[in-house]
């Protein structure tokens, strides 16, 4: 296998993904599936983590939703 | 004065040459037949990782007009199925796929060759596409890798039903409010 492209994906990236009336919604969710087919490595840190939720106002289901999504095999957290 | 070369230079000039190269290897090792040595040399060395295709804007352009030409022809033949995947492959190893070519152009091209719908694979399967030395695996998309020859030609596909299901989990996230 060719050496992975890495990305690290922040704050802004996570809240256009998880808002579906993002401005940028539909361009992050375009990039975003084109990362994870063409197997690119996905970096975050628990901060950026973290901040999502908070600027998201993600609770109970849709936060447990994002956590189980961002810490399946696909994502690295630093 | 002269200066030597620094080595993102010459770096540079041998990634132009390998893809003159690619391009038409017989023509180009007519011209330069050392050169061509070379490429062949460094191709065979690079076993472990494998070389990623980079091509110039003149190709990138040719390469992605002839793409989206092809996938606008609802008939097309197995052959050129197997050609446009070809690109695509170069593409994306290139960074250059454009956006247009979305997962289900892809998966239509791709079920052309193989027969039927890769949704329908329900565990991890190999197809042979042709007898050429594979050199290279290139992720076409997150459940179907390529293996490639050096020069981007097609030689077997494979599909992994069980990274899809990552794919899935992985887009849970998307539009969640």
Known sequence: ?78 | MKRDLSNDECNSIFQILISKYQIDQNAFRSYLPGVADVIEKHAASDTEGGHRSVVSQVEREKLCNSLLRLLSDKNISKNEAIQALEDCATLIQDGSLPYEIDRRSLLSLIQKVVGMPVSKVTKTTKIQVSGSEARKEVAILRDVHFDLTWDDRLVRISVFPEKAKERTQALKLVGLL
């Open chain 1, 1 to 78: 296998m060719l050496s992975p492209n890495r990305i690290v994906i922040d704050t802004s990236a996570f809240c256009a993904l998880i808002l579906s009336k993002h401005i940028n919604h539909s361009q992050a969710k375009l990039a975003y599936e084109h990362l994870l087919d063409w197997e690119w490595e996905l970096w975050t840190t628990s901060y950026i983590l973290l901040e999502t939720s908070t600027v998201a106002n993600l609770e109970h289901e849709p936060l447990k939703v994002f956590t189980d999504a961002v810490l399946s095999n696909i994502f690295n957290v630093a």
